[in-house]
């Protein structure tokens, strides 16, 4: 048995618009402009093993309306009392720019406040905050002027991200300033299936173009007025495996090039840490996601924990610190949970032995939550909330697993 650091962060992630409950952007918006067609799409799900499971949750047009979502908003103690209880040590969450900065220009105090209180909740228990600024969602006086693409964003972001150090100053150490850029912008500008639903290349590159020049700027708003602070942003890396020969190992090697490092390498001069949400394994033979599937979530996913020891070791090259900002399965009935945590922190132990400086494991989600376009049939959750009543109730395999290894190693 090896016990990890005692400074190694033990936490859990979630994000505004997810778990929150009435929200008011460009998301929900959009959901209300799309759940009927949502719903009628749902059947292209039946191929999985879930599908009678999920079926009528995801045939339902409600199921893909944010609404109250997991109460998150006025719940936040009875969760973080949970959390605590599962001995978590950290937690990762987004602030919902729509509720701070409603109006250009306008700061609304007792929303401010609001996450004031929460940070002060997570302190109160011994649970550091990690403090995400921007988890994909948008004001809509800002989405309705164009969003990420407005060559105005960046300086936007810049000063959203001023008033929250300044509002944050003395109470929070770690910040993301954006959650995993590379998806958004694929999502949302080159395959255009999320808002503003944008398609194309160009659109794709300025999209990334302008989230990297709004992290730079926000990176400097906050050291200036945090000089201790641990900035960085969570992005979605693979662990892409080469096939035998030498096209494959050309393939991975463009593909770690083009997707896990691009952004961070934009950005490499304003990070304090690398930040990585890690999910997908991609076996590359002669073509992509050539993978075995052996093990799959709820929404078919591979399950490939081991996968994380490698995509940290070549982490390595940053020469920093390393963040696990997301790491997590869709997994209702909470049969592989346990096992995912184990074999995943598992990894993360062979990584830290082989040289790698992670310092932190964050588990996506503390609470089940609004799977965007999918809505709420997919279960993240380290803890379940009931669709019917909001009630909480911990997943107690997966938590007594992760417990387990927090107070005893791995
Ligand atoms: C995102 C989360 C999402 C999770 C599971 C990540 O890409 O940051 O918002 O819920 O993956 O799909």
Not at 261 to 288: A, L, P
Request: hydrophobic residues 35%; contains cysteine; glycine residues 6%.
């Amino acid at each position: 048995m090896k016990k990890f650091p005692d400074n190694f962060y033990f936490g859990a992630s979630t994000s505004s618009h997810q778990v929150e409950g009435s929200c008011h952007n460009d998301w929900s918006e959009w959901e209300k402009r799309n759940a009927k067609r949502l719903a009628k799409e749902s059947r292209k799900f039946s191929y999985l093993d879930s599908w009678t499971r999920i079926m009528h949750e995801a045939a339902s047009p409600e199921n893909y309306i944010s609404g109250i979502a997991a109460d998150h908003y006025t719940r936040y103690h009875e969760d973080f009392d949970i959390a605590q209880k599962i001995g978590i040590n950290a937690y990762r969450f987004s602030i919902e720019w729509s509720r701070i900065e409603p109006m250009r220009g306008v700061w609304d105090p007792d929303e401010l406040n609001h996450y004031t209180k929460m940070i002060a909740a997570l302190r109160e228990r011994n649970i550091e905050p990690f403090v995400t600024l921007w988890h994909w969602t948008l004001p809509l006086w800002l989405s309705e002027a164009g969003g990420v693409s407005n060559p105005e964003f960046p300086e936007l972001f810049g000063k959203y991200a001023a008033k929250l150090a300044e509002e944050f100053s003395g109470q929070v150490k770690f910040f993301i300033t954006i959650n995993e850029p590379e998806i958004y912008s694929l999502n949302s500008y080159l395959r255009g299936i999320w808002p503003p639903q944008k398609k194309g290349i160009l659109s794709y590159l300025t999209c990334m173009g302008s989230l990297v020049e709004s992290h730079n700027n926000a990176y400097d708003e906050i050291k200036r007025r945090i000089p201790d602070s641990m900035i960085g942003a969570a992005c979605n890396m693979s662990y892409f495996e080469s096939g035998k020969g030498f096209i494959n190992k050309i393939i991975t090697a463009l593909s770690v090039k083009l997707w896990n490092r691009y952004f961070t390498n934009r950005v490499k001069s304003r990070i304090d840490y690398v930040g990585v949400n890690y999910y997908f394994h991609n076996r590359i033979n002669y073509g992509f996601s050539k993978n075995e599937n052996r093990s799959v979530s709820d929404l078919g996913w591979e399950l490939y924990p081991h996968g994380l020891e490698y995509l940290l070791e070549s982490l390595a090259v940053y020469n920093l610190p390393v963040y696990i900002t997301e790491n997590g399965l869709a997994d209702a009935s909470d049969e592989k949970r346990a096992w995912f945590i184990e074999v995943s922190l598992r990894s993360v132990m062979r990584a830290m032995e082989n040289g790698v400086d992670v310092r932190g494991y964050f588990h996506w989600s503390l609470i089940d939550n609004f799977e965007w376009d999918k809505g709420f049939w997919p279960r993240f959750g380290l803890i379940s909330i009931d669709r019917k009543d909001l009630s909480r109730r911990i997943r107690i395999e997966s938590c007594d697993r992760y417990r387990e290894i927090i107070e005893k190693g791995i």
